[in-house]
């Protein structure tokens, strides 16, 4: 037996590693370990308020901390029987594109792309690379810049709270990130050129489930009280149970999703396959031009989906901009209408559909269940691992290959570890 | 500096949100110069040519919740001229570990696992690194202060002992002169929690939660009393200064509340 | 001393005039708090404020800023770029404050931090009435005579400017169109009945007489142990307190480099690490013991020093102090009156 | 940067050049530094008792006793005991580097009022550093002071500060060199064993009025040491004392040093008379 272990695994969020098991050319295992420690979250939430329990909540991860707290808001304040006013809906518009605008230029550029130029980081690439490397810093800390003016700190910001903001940003501060955004898109559009250009085998290629977030307002966005499929269906978020069916690995202290008993796929790619022709302006342009038939069946595109998500965030940023400053009241914090409810919040992280659903009772949380894009996405990564491995054993590669093959596909989809572990309610469904 | 007397530098994650290692990727202007300054032997999360040699300082992020997770933290140790805890989680626990010191563990555990059974690891209560290992210096926050971080680090590998002030909250946040919440009868934890965030908090109208763990000479009790006075419960105080507080306010609490 | 006077209405184009002089700074209303902070606009100048949340001395020694940069061992500093500066607004304690303040950086040892930022400020006083925290009657602050480049106070109508140095002479020279000369006998009645009316205005009742005895005589009071327990060590009191000085002096370097700036930045003496020397040992190891020290050195030394205390009435410590630690408890406990613990 | 404010800084450090340092004691090394611009080498100016501020760029400045005399101008000396992060980088210079120096600072001992009287010097542990250059800077200038008597105490000979130096002083005629020890590790000590208050059974002939006392040492020795001179009718405004406080300035301002108010001890002292210390709350 030969046996090919990635342990850490490097360039992700989180503990985990890679284990494949192989007897002559049959492959006899293929897992994504997830190997971070447990944290409980989902039980220590329990009895804390519900301005506790975003403060507890960001904190299951570094990367998504603006999407955790949105997804905790947004079914909070359904609980709650909160309606928080247009400039609140704005400044979360704002704070959760500064997040995804970071998350991916961290991922394509500074984690994913040394790996398709032969690169152990993106340091040493500063020779070679260095406008594209400088050009990825310059984006990701304006996505920072963005997350820190509206959430109060680029990690972990408390800014945004149940019912409101604590603070706006001054005006000044505002059109001063406009005005960045205009100047970085050109940078963007030539990033999806070399992520375009990027040479991606096609041989573990299978077809698969794609679920997003299905925006209220009928375009592209990313978030949504209802989830769209990829088969055509479109459902309401409170029966996310239905849709994510998790079940429990003893490999992992994540556990897998499955839909119907199908592995699918969450992310920007998902997004891409499922909203992408609702795009306008550049985005929509170069998703036109970029997008085939291939995106269903290759998760490595993901990062090419998120260089074009890029380029719509830079797009959109302006925008939003502009309707906060437009409203000049700013608004108090809305109070709960109701101690006692139930509500399920559910917004895109940036590789994700992420839900988090609450009981409330008296004020307090009585009972929580969080479910996160890399557990929806691991049963697919496993999937696609096992096909490049079962391609690669019939051509007698050596360890390396194989090992590199399976680091470019874990890291397509950006996993996110820290995430991963935190999930809860366990109805052991074994198919 | 002279390559050969560049630092032998790791970085590890435990358990955690990776948000003090994200806080020096997020560093663009320093990013370079942190890289240049040493020889950054293991830091997973941004490269992968990453080796077990050893070290002169190791920086430790996340809490211990697993047994292997202990062992890994002993062996780092012992290959570790100096040891520095980063972060909330390393420094006291973290969130995960706001109920540590009483009793429940396994009920927690089990409802969010159920019971199921972890092939590759043995899970434990999460607690601080100091609990299994000497720790040389302690750079707290939730997430750590970029600004503060490089200052310490800067000193760090000139074998120098950095001083980070050991006053609360409470004195960057009337430098910022920000309205007290307390006053307002608000629960904010300024005056217990160590400062170095510049009190981003209160100078988003939003009280302090703690996040940066106990300053040195936290006056627990006389906080208790204040707020139980603007007409708060013993259950809420408690709750929210255990919630960020871990290990380091389980002495405080128990002295003034006999029990946890 | 000379004295002009100005029509209430024109008092935007004034401070509009006297922006020719150097970054206008005076006290805006924010919500709940009241600061001092640069305006270009003279609109937002709120007149009414009783006292700014910091006083003046952060524009005098920031909380923080480097003293110099050092490369090995070559150290460079550069004071020269300042800005000229006028503070607006200052009411008369504030004033008695900034005197304090004057002395003490120029005593024995000039601190160029200090003395470079002050030539370079001119202060414009305004007149106040004061409200249930003030007690500069008490500490004999409530009028100043100097310490201004002009002083306004407010009657009606009209403002009556004092002039009280060359620049403030240049100031009110500057537009002469809206300043009037001609003070006039009724002028000065208004004026006497306008000092007759803020002097009743005062509503805190403190007495400060003998304080530097019953210090004396209550070094070992029970009273000093009793604060201490509730004093959180946030070091509030002194961050706000007009005269209260003390720093802390912290070396930053650059990444691999000997290269950096020497901090400096405000301390307390209410932390622990405050007079903490070699080996661990603290002169004032308990809080009651540095509580102690703060008012000792408002109410007591300060007074063997120059015959008045350091405390100059204006009431931030009052309003700042979470648990009520503030000049008046104190002193009131010291005298044995009535307090509410 | 105009010259003129440079130079009215005095928070920037001078640069001295580290001549020698050896070992005097474990733990406790002698450092000799001159200011690397000679003609401030040669002019500058202080008196025992006064103090600098030594500065090691990046890590910070701490105040050290100046152990050389005036009277001998071109060097300063010091006595630095090794205890943190000021100090252990001082350990770590080598002789012919460049250290930032600033002072003189403090009051010094009052030596014009000391002069033409008798001079009890009494010192124990590191309190042997400031009193090294009172005890040099009278015998340099023998002819305008009294009798002058030297009690010095360690717990071992060993732990000694400028023990040869001293040990010779035992042949000169014009002072009474007393040294002891607590204990005799080595079985060879020439000297007295026994607590310094012991020494002073040899004080036959004080006149107590006309008589200065500087006593420096760990703050246990002082109350014995008082006792001691009040039994031998000292006035307490003759008593002499230096005192130790946090210092981060020098010069008045940081506060640190602050005693009982509105005394700093970077200025008004560190040295102070033990009628200042009755009178003054929270001196010692
Ligand atoms: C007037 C005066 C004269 C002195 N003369 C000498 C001398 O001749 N030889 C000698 O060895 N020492 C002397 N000292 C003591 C010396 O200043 C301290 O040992 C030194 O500051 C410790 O610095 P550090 O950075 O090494 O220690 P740190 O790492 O800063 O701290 C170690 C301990 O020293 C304390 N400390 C820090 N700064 C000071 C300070 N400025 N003063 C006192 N304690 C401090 C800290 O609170 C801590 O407890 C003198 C002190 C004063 C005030
Ligand atoms: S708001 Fe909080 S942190 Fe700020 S001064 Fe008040 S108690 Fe302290
Ligand atoms: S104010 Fe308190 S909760 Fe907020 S960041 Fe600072 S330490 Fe953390
Ligand atoms: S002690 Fe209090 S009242 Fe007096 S000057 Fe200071 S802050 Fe104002």
Same mark, same amino acid.
């Given at each position: 037996?030969?046996?090919?272990?990635?342990?850490?695994l490097?360039?992700v969020?989180?503990?985990?590693?890679?284990t494949?098991?192989t007897e002559?050319?049959?492959?006899k295992?293929?897992?994504?370990?997830?190997?971070?420690?447990?944290?409980?979250?989902?039980?220590?939430?329990?009895?804390k308020?519900?301005?506790?329990?975003?403060?507890i909540?960001?904190r299951?991860?570094a990367?998504c901390?603006?999407?955790h707290?949105?997804?905790a808001?947004?079914?909070?304040e359904?609980?709650?029987?909160?309606?928080v006013?247009?400039?609140v809906?704005w400044?979360?518009?704002?704070?959760h594109?500064?997040e995804?605008?970071?998350?991916?230029?961290?991922?394509?550029?500074?984690?994913?792309?040394?790996?398709f130029?032969?690169y152990?980081?993106v340091i040493?690439?500063?020779d070679?690379?260095?406008?594209e490397v400088?050009?990825a810093l310059?984006?990701k800390?304006?996505a920072n810049?963005?997350?820190e003016?509206?959430?109060?700190?680029?990690?972990?910001?408390e800014?945004?709270?149940?019912?409101g903001?604590?603070?706006?940003p001054d005006?000044?501060?505002?059109?001063?990130?406009k005005q960045?955004a205009k100047e970085?898109l +050109?940078?963007?559009?030539k990033?999806?050129k070399?992520?375009?250009?990027?040479?991606?085998?096609?041989?573990f290629?299978?077809e698969?489930?794609?679920?997003?977030?299905?925006p209220?307002e009928?375009?592209?966005?990313?978030?949504?009280d209802?989830?769209?499929?990829?088969?055509?269906?479109?459902v309401?978020?409170e029966?996310y149970?239905k849709?994510t069916?998790e079940?429990?690995?003893?490999?992992?202290?994540a556990?897998?999703?499955?839909?119907?008993k199908r592995? &699918?796929?969450?992310?920007?790619?998902?997004?891409?396959?499922n909203?992408?022709?609702?795009?306008?302006?550049?985005?929509?342009?170069?998703f036109?031009?970029?997008?085939n038939?291939r995106?269903?069946?290759?998760p490595?595109?993901?990062n090419?989906a998120?260089?074009i998500?890029?380029v719509?965030?830079?797009?959109?940023?302006?925008?939003?901009?502009?309707?906060i400053i437009?409203?000049?009241?700013?608004p108090?914090?809305?109070?709960?209408?109701?101690?006692?409810?139930d509500g399920v919040g559910?917004?895109e992280?940036?590789?994700?559909?992420?839900?988090?659903?609450?009981?409330?009772k008296?004020?307090?949380v009585?009972?929580?269940n969080?479910?996160?894009p890399?557990?929806?996405n691991?049963?697919?990564?496993?999937?696609y691992?096992?096909?490049?491995?079962?391609?690669?054993?019939?051509?007698a590669?050596?360890?390396d290959?194989?090992?590199?093959q399976?680091?470019?596909?874990?890291r397509?989809?950006d996993?996110?570890?820290s995430?991963?572990?935190?999930?809860?309610?366990?109805?052991c469904?074994?198919e | 500096m002279?390559?050969?007397?560049?630092?032998?530098?790791?970085l590890y994650g435990?358990?955690g949100c990776n948000?003090d290692q994200l806080?020096?990727?997020?560093?663009e202007?320093?990013?370079?110069?942190?890289w240049q300054?040493?020889?950054?032997?293991?830091?997973s999360?941004a490269?992968?040519?990453?080796?077990d040699s050893?070290?002169?300082i190791?920086?430790?992020?996340?809490?211990i919740?697993n047994?292997?997770?202990?062992?890994?933290?002993?062996e780092?140790?012992?290959?570790?001229?100096k040891?520095?805890a980063?972060g909330?989680?390393a420094?006291?626990?973290?969130?995960?570990?706001?109920?540590?010191?009483?009793?429940?563990?396994?009920?927690?555990f089990?409802?969010?696992y159920?019971?199921?059974?972890?092939?590759?690891?043995?899970?434990?209560?999460?607690?601080p690194?100091?609990?299994?290992?000497?720790v040389?210096?302690?750079? +707290?926050g939730?997430p750590?202060?970029?600004d503060q971080?490089?200052?310490?680090?800067?000193?760090?590998?000139?074998?120098?002992?950095?001083?980070?002030p050991?006053h609360?909250?409470c004195?960057?946040?009337?430098w910022?002169?920000?309205?007290?919440l307390?006053?307002?009868?608000i629960l904010?934890?300024g005056?217990?929690?160590?400062?170095? $965030?510049?009190?981003?908090c209160?100078?988003?109208?939003?009280?302090?939660?703690g996040c940066?763990? +106990?300053v040195?000479?936290a006056?627990?009790?006389?906080?208790?009393?204040?707020?139980k006075?603007?007409g708060?419960?013993?259950?809420?105080i408690?709750?929210?200064f255990?919630?960020?507080?871990?290990?380091?306010?389980i002495?405080?609490l128990?002295?003034?509340?006999?029990?946890l | 001393?000379?004295?002009?006077?100005?029509?209430?209405?024109?008092?935007p184009?004034?401070?509009?005039?006297?922006?020719?002089?150097?970054?206008?700074w005076g006290?805006v209303?924010?919500?709940?708090r009241?600061?001092?902070k640069?305006?270009?606009?003279?609109?937002?100048i709120?007149?009414?404020?009783?006292r700014?949340s910091?006083?003046f001395?952060?524009?005098?020694?920031?909380?923080r800023?480097?003293?110099?940069?050092f490369?090995?061992?070559?150290y460079?500093?550069?004071?020269?770029?300042l800005?000229?500066?006028?503070?607006?607004?200052?009411?008369?304690?504030?004033i008695?404050a900034?005197?304090?303040m004057d002395?003490f950086f120029t005593?024995?040892?000039d601190?160029?931090y200090?003395?470079?930022?002050?030539?370079?400020?001119a202060?414009?006083?305004?007149s106040c009435?004061?409200?249930?925290?003030?007690f500069?009657?008490?500490?004999?602050?409530?009028?100043v005579?100097e310490g201004?480049?002009?002083f306004?106070?407010?009657?009606?109508?009209?403002?009556?400017i004092?002039?009280g140095?060359?620049?403030g002479?240049d100031?009110?020279r500057? $537009?002469?169109k809206i300043i009037?000369e001609?003070i006039l006998?009724e002028?000065?009645?208004?004026?006497v009945?306008?000092?007759k009316?803020?002097?009743s205005?005062?509503k805190m009742?403190?007495?400060?007489?003998?304080m530097p005895?019953?210090?004396?005589?209550?070094?070992d009071?029970?009273?000093?142990?009793?604060e201490?327990?509730?004093c959180l060590s946030?070091?509030?009191?002194?961050?706000v307190?007009?005269?209260?000085p003390?720093?802390h002096?912290?070396d930053?370097?650059?990444?691999?480099?000997?290269?950096g700036?020497?901090?400096?930045?405000?301390?307390?003496?209410?932390?622990?690490?405050?007079?903490m020397?070699a080996e661990g040992?603290n002169f004032?190891?308990s809080?009651?013991?540095?509580?102690?020290?703060?008012?000792?050195h408002k109410?007591?030394a300060?007074v063997?020093?120059?015959?008045?205390p350091?405390c100059?009435?204006?009431?931030?410590c009052i309003e700042t102090c979470?648990?009520?630690?503030?000049i008046?408890?104190?002193?009131?406990?010291?005298?044995?009156?009535?307090?509410k613990? | 940067?105009?010259?003129?404010?440079?130079l009215?800084?005095?928070?920037?450090?001078?640069?001295?050049?580290?001549?020698?340092?050896?070992?005097l004691i474990?733990?406790?090394?002698?450092f000799?530094?001159?200011?690397?611009?000679?003609?401030r080498?040669?002019?500058?100016d202080y008196?025992?008792?006064q103090?600098?501020?030594?500065?090691?760029?990046g890590i910070?400045e701490?105040?050290?006793?100046?152990?050389s005399?005036p009277s001998?101008?071109?060097?300063?000396?010091?006595?630095?005991?090794?205890?943190?992060r000021?100090t252990?980088?001082i350990f770590?210079?080598?002789?012919?580097q460049?250290?930032g120096?600033r002072?003189p600072y403090?009051?010094?001992?009052?030596?014009?009022k000391?002069?033409?009287?008798?001079l009890?010097?009494v010192?124990?542990g590191?309190g042997?550093i400031p009193?090294?250059?009172?005890?040099?800077?009278?015998?340099?200038n023998?002819d305008?002071?009294?009798?002058?008597?030297?009690?010095?105490g360690?717990k071992?000979?060993?732990?000694m500060?400028?023990?040869?130096?001293?040990?010779?002083?035992?042949?000169?005629?014009?002072?009474? $060199?007393?040294?002891?020890v607590?204990?005799?590790?080595t079985g060879?000590?020439?000297? &007295?064993?026994g607590?310094?208050?012991r020494?002073f059974?040899?004080l036959?002939?004080?006149i107590p009025q006309k008589t200065?006392?500087?006593?420096c040492?760990p703050p246990?020795?002082?109350?014995?040491?008082?006792?001691?001179l009040?039994?031998?009718?000292?006035?307490?405004?003759?008593?002499?004392?230096?005192?130790e406080?946090?210092?981060?300035?020098?010069?008045g301002?940081?506060?640190?040093?602050?005693?009982?108010?509105?005394?700093?001890?970077?200025?008004?002292?560190?040295?102070f008379?033990y009628?200042?210390?009755?009178?003054?709350?929270?001196?010692?």
């Amino acid at each position: 037996m030969r046996e090919i272990l990635v342990e850490p695994l490097a360039r992700v969020e989180g503990e985990g590693g890679i284990t494949i098991r192989t007897e002559g050319k049959k492959v006899k295992e293929v897992r994504f370990d997830i190997l971070e420690g447990t944290r409980l979250i989902e039980a220590l939430v329990v009895g804390k308020t519900p301005e506790e329990d975003v403060s507890i909540t960001c904190r299951i991860c570094a990367i998504c901390t603006l999407s955790h707290r949105y997804a905790a808001l947004r079914g909070l304040e359904k609980a709650l029987g909160i309606q928080v006013p247009p400039k609140v809906q704005w400044m979360r518009s704002l704070m959760h594109l500064g997040e995804c605008l970071e998350s991916h230029s961290l991922h394509a550029y500074i984690l994913a792309l040394p790996d398709f130029f032969g690169y152990p980081s993106v340091i040493p690439m500063l020779d070679q690379y260095n406008e594209e490397v400088t050009g990825a810093l310059t984006l990701k800390k304006f996505a920072n810049r963005v997350m820190e003016v509206t959430s109060g700190r680029m990690i972990h910001g408390e800014n945004p709270t149940v019912g409101g903001f604590g603070r706006y940003p001054d005006r000044e501060v505002l059109q001063q990130l406009k005005q960045e955004a205009k100047e970085l898109l +050109p940078f963007a559009e030539k990033g999806v050129k070399l992520f375009a250009d990027l040479d991606i085998p096609s041989f573990f290629e299978q077809e698969t489930v794609f679920m997003c977030c299905e925006p209220d307002e009928k375009e592209y966005g990313l978030v949504g009280d209802y989830i769209r499929i990829s088969t055509g269906e479109v459902v309401p978020v409170e029966q996310y149970q239905k849709l994510t069916n998790e079940r429990f690995v003893s490999h992992s202290a994540a556990k897998h999703c499955l839909y119907k008993k199908r592995p &699918y796929t969450v992310g920007a790619l998902a997004r891409m396959n499922n909203l992408g022709d609702r795009l306008k302006g550049k985005a929509g342009m170069l998703f036109k031009k970029y997008w085939n038939e291939r995106w269903l069946r290759n998760p490595v595109f993901n990062n090419l989906a998120q260089a074009i998500e890029i380029v719509w965030g830079l797009e959109q940023i302006p925008m939003v901009v502009d309707h906060i400053i437009k409203i000049k009241e700013d608004p108090e914090i809305v109070k709960p209408t109701q101690r006692k409810g139930d509500g399920v919040g559910a917004v895109e992280a940036p590789r994700g559909t992420l839900y988090h659903h609450y009981q409330i009772k008296e004020g307090l949380v009585a009972d929580a269940n969080f479910v996160i894009p890399t557990g929806q996405n691991l049963e697919d990564c496993e999937k696609y691992m096992r096909n490049a491995v079962e391609k690669l054993l019939t051509e007698a590669v050596d360890d390396d290959a194989i090992r590199l093959q399976c680091e470019i596909i874990v890291r397509a989809y950006d996993p996110c570890i820290s995430c991963s572990t935190h999930l809860v309610t366990i109805e052991c469904e074994d198919e | 500096m002279l390559e050969n007397q560049k630092k032998d530098v790791g970085l590890y994650g435990f358990t955690g949100c990776n948000g003090d290692q994200l806080t020096i990727i997020h560093s663009e202007d320093k990013l370079l110069d942190f890289w240049q300054s040493v020889h950054i032997k293991s830091f997973s999360l941004a490269k992968s040519d990453n080796d077990d040699s050893d070290l002169d300082i190791a920086l430790v992020e996340g809490s211990i919740s697993n047994q292997e997770q202990a062992e890994h933290m002993k062996e780092i140790r012992k290959r570790s001229k100096k040891l520095i805890a980063i972060g909330n989680c390393a420094c006291y626990g973290g969130v995960q570990a706001m109920e540590l010191g009483s009793k429940g563990w396994d009920q927690r555990f089990r409802k969010v696992y159920g019971d199921a059974f972890f092939e590759l690891r043995t899970p434990i209560e999460s607690k601080p690194i100091d609990v299994f290992v000497d720790v040389d210096f302690y750079i +707290p926050g939730c997430p750590i202060n970029a600004d503060q971080f490089f200052y310490c680090f800067a000193h760090l590998i000139q074998d120098h002992v950095p001083t980070i002030p050991d006053h609360p909250v409470c004195a960057e946040c009337r430098w910022r002169e920000n309205d007290c919440l307390l006053l307002k009868g608000i629960l904010c934890l300024g005056p217990l929690t160590a400062s170095g $965030c510049n009190a981003v908090c209160p100078s988003h109208n939003l009280p302090c939660l703690g996040c940066w763990g +106990p300053v040195e000479e936290a006056n627990v009790s006389s906080e208790f009393n204040l707020l139980k006075e603007k007409g708060l419960t013993q259950e809420e105080i408690k709750r929210r200064f255990r919630m960020h507080n871990g290990s380091g306010i389980i002495k405080p609490l128990k002295k003034i509340l006999g029990v946890l | 001393m000379r004295a002009v006077k100005l029509r209430k209405q024109d008092l935007p184009a004034f401070l509009k005039c006297v922006q020719s002089f150097g970054e206008l700074w005076g006290p805006v209303r924010e919500k709940d708090r009241q600061v001092l902070k640069k305006t270009d606009d003279v609109n937002q100048i709120d007149l009414t404020t009783i006292r700014t949340s910091l006083p003046f001395k952060k524009l005098l020694f920031p909380p923080r800023f480097s003293m110099f940069h050092f490369s090995g061992n070559k150290y460079t500093t550069s004071l020269e770029h300042l800005p000229n500066r006028i503070i607006f607004g200052l009411h008369p304690c504030d004033i008695h404050a900034l005197l304090i303040m004057d002395d003490f950086f120029t005593r024995s040892f000039d601190d160029p931090y200090y003395t470079e930022r002050r030539k370079k400020t001119a202060i414009i006083g305004f007149s106040c009435i004061p409200d249930e925290k003030c007690f500069c009657h008490a500490t004999k602050t409530d009028t100043v005579e100097e310490g201004f480049d002009l002083f306004l106070t407010d009657l009606d109508d009209f403002f009556l400017i004092w002039v009280g140095s060359s620049l403030g002479d240049d100031m009110t020279r500057e $537009c002469p169109k809206i300043i009037d000369e001609g003070i006039l006998p009724e002028d000065l009645k208004k004026y006497v009945e306008w000092r007759k009316y803020r002097n009743s205005q005062f509503k805190m009742d403190i007495d400060l007489t003998s304080m530097p005895e019953i210090f004396d005589l209550s070094y070992d009071s029970v009273i000093w142990e009793e604060e201490g327990e509730k004093c959180l060590s946030c070091g509030a009191c002194t961050i706000v307190c007009p005269t209260c000085p003390c720093y802390h002096v912290y070396d930053k370097i650059e990444m691999g480099k000997i290269e950096g700036e020497r901090m400096r930045q405000w301390d307390s003496c209410l932390f622990k690490e405050y007079s903490m020397v070699a080996e661990g040992h603290n002169f004032r190891e308990s809080r009651a013991e540095r509580l102690k020290l703060r008012f000792t050195h408002k109410l007591q030394a300060f007074v063997g020093e120059y015959g008045k205390p350091a405390c100059v009435g204006c009431g931030r410590c009052i309003e700042t102090c979470p648990v009520d630690i503030d000049i008046a408890t104190i002193v009131r406990r010291l005298r044995g009156e009535e307090v509410k613990v | 940067m105009t010259g003129l404010t440079a130079l009215k800084n005095a928070y920037l450090p001078e640069s001295m050049r580290l001549i020698r340092r050896y070992p005097l004691i474990e733990g406790v090394h002698f450092f000799q530094v001159r200011a690397v611009d000679m003609t401030r080498a040669l002019s500058l100016d202080y008196l025992p008792g006064q103090f600098m501020m030594v500065s090691i760029p990046g890590i910070g400045e701490a105040p050290f006793s100046i152990s050389s005399t005036p009277s001998r101008p071109g060097l300063l000396e010091f006595g630095i005991r090794r205890v943190g992060r000021v100090t252990n980088a001082i350990f770590q210079l080598k002789e012919n580097q460049i250290i930032g120096v600033r002072g003189p600072y403090g009051n010094g001992f009052p030596v014009e009022k000391i002069k033409g009287n008798d001079l009890i010097i009494v010192m124990g542990g590191l309190g042997a550093i400031p009193l090294r250059s009172l005890l040099l800077y009278a015998l340099d200038n023998r002819d305008q002071f009294g009798n002058i008597y030297l009690l010095h105490g360690a717990k071992t000979p060993s732990e000694m500060l400028f023990r040869e130096e001293f040990l010779n002083f035992r042949y000169r005629d014009d002072l009474t $060199c007393l040294l002891t020890v607590d204990q005799d590790d080595t079985g060879k000590w020439p000297c &007295y064993t026994g607590l310094v208050t012991r020494l002073f059974q040899q004080l036959t002939d004080i006149i107590p009025q006309k008589t200065y006392v500087a006593v420096c040492g760990p703050p246990v020795m002082y109350k014995f040491v008082v006792a001691e001179l009040l039994k031998l009718n000292i006035p307490k405004h003759q008593i002499l004392m230096t005192l130790e406080r946090r210092m981060k300035c020098g010069v008045g301002k940081c506060g640190h040093c602050i005693i009982g108010g509105y005394i700093y001890t970077c200025v008004d002292g560190p040295i102070f008379t033990y009628w200042d210390v009755i009178h003054m709350k929270g001196l010692i």
